[in-house]
């Protein structure tokens, strides 16, 4: 194995299920150290990935690596590198936590595990369930425990599904502080989520699939210039807009009203539009474009 291999390599992978192409032709390079997020609507083939980079599924075709290890023909040194928190509440119902996390240690070959086992339940705030059955757990703490599960082996490379889907505002927190440790430490991080903040705010590089491809691939500083549309929310005290702007307007739930521009000259004339009919403006707020929007903009243009 090459030092200069990247964390993640994924080659030309293609995979069906009957008729259903879920990848087709996904390239994707993931350097050591990169907190990367892999973004995409139901269905556009992002846990078909991950399954296969854990060897849950064989692709048809193409090939990928974790840290220069073939998922396939190197499938032991490959999943020893990896830590996958999925998507679904999988979890055994006869042991406590601490034997859950003893147990999983035990398959990567790990005795005496039972330090870093304290430091990763204190930072997941586990260690006060440590004793308890993991049926007995609510849906958040057993979504800590897939986390610490995953993370049990020290893997390089960490995989999280989905992780903060359906949990509280506390785990959400203490679990990007923990991961973002992690990853300033130099383990590579892939993300998959629909809270697009989160990836905003965390990642580096951003790709987004649709229908099995990769529709786009860059920094997320790149990826947040690709559109120049901004939106003012606007609360105006009169009740009759200029016939200019009636249809360029949008009125929220909330009274107010909102418009979409490019060019911030749009605004000014609007300002000035406003003023010349007598319409006073209460209150404004700028909003840039996020991730989100970027997101819709590529969907729809794919």
């Keep these: 194995m090459s030092q200069a291999s990247p964390a993640i390599r994924v ?12 990848l087709d032709g996904v390239s ?3 350097q050591p150290g990169e907190f990367f997020g892999l973004l995409g609507p139901n269905g556009a083939g992002k846990t078909t990935l991950i399954s296969i980079l854990a060897g849950l599924t064989r692709a048809d075709a ?7 290890h073939d998922v396939v023909r190197d499938y ?14 999988v979890y055994d119902p006869f042991f406590n936590v601490r034997e859950t996390l003893r147990i999983q240690s035990g398959y990567f070959g790990l005795r005496h595990n039972d330090g870093w086992i304290d430091e990763i339940m204190h ?3 586990l260690a006060p369930h ?13 979504r800590r425990l897939l986390v610490a599960q995953a993370l049990v082996h020290k893997p390089p490379v960490i995989v999280l599904d989905e992780p903060t889907a359906g949990v509280d505002v506390d785990l959400r927190r203490s679990l990007w502080e923990f991961i973002s440790r992690l990853n300033r430490e130099g383990h590579t991080i892939l993300l998959t989520t629909h809270y697009l903040e989160e990836a905003e705010a965390l990642c ?3 790709a987004m699939l649709k229908s099995g491809r990769v529709v786009a691939c860059d920094t997320t500083r790149n990826l947040l210039q690709l559109t120049n549309e901004h939106c003012a929310q606007l609360r105006l005290q009169g009740e009759t807009l200029p016939a200019a702007w009636q249809t360029r307007l949008q009125h929220d739930a909330d009274g107010s009203w909102r418009i979409n521009f490019s ?15 007598g319409i006073r403006v209460l209150e404004m707020q700028l909003q840039e474009p996020d991730l989100e929007d970027v997101f819709t903009d590529i969907m729809k243009r794919t």
């Design 123 to 125: 930072h997941l705030d």
């Design 62 to 68: 193409g090939h990928a690596a974790i840290m220069g």
């Design 11 to 22: 080659s030309d992978l293609r995979k069906h299920f009957g008729t259903t192409q879920a």
């Design 28 to 30: 994707l390079d993931i």
């Design 263 to 277: 060019e911030y000259a749009d605004l000014e004339t609007l300002l000035a539009d406003l003023r010349g009919a």
């Design 204 to 206: 580096g590089r951003i």
């Design 130 to 142: 440590a004793d308890k059955n993991t049926q007995s757990l609510s849906g958040g703490m057993k």
């Design 76 to 89: 032991r040194q490959a999943r020893r590198a990896l830590g996958v928190v999925p998507q679904e509440l």
